[in-house]
């Protein structure tokens, strides 16, 4: 029997870390032309603006 694997789905918004990084991401998308991979790609973009926001600091009031 083959164990159950350990390893999880790659998931492209992790790395999409920067605005330069989502736009080449959205650019390199759009230029294959395939309307399903866009879609895709927009989703994914959307998810790595949410973990962006997520990592961005909130800052705490000083006395």
């Known amino acids: 029997m083959i ?3 350990t390893t999880r789905p790659f998931d492209p918004a992790e790395y999409l870390d ?17 309307p399903a991979f866009v879609a895709d790609a927009q989703d994914v973009v959307a998810r790595a603006a ?14």
């Open 50 to 63: 949410s973990l962006m926001s997520l990592a961005t600091p909130i800052p705490q009031k000083t006395s």
């Open 18 to 34: 920067t605005d330069e990084g989502i736009e080449a991401y959205m650019t390199d998308a759009l230029e294959t032309g395939d």
């Open 3 to 5: 164990p159950a694997s």
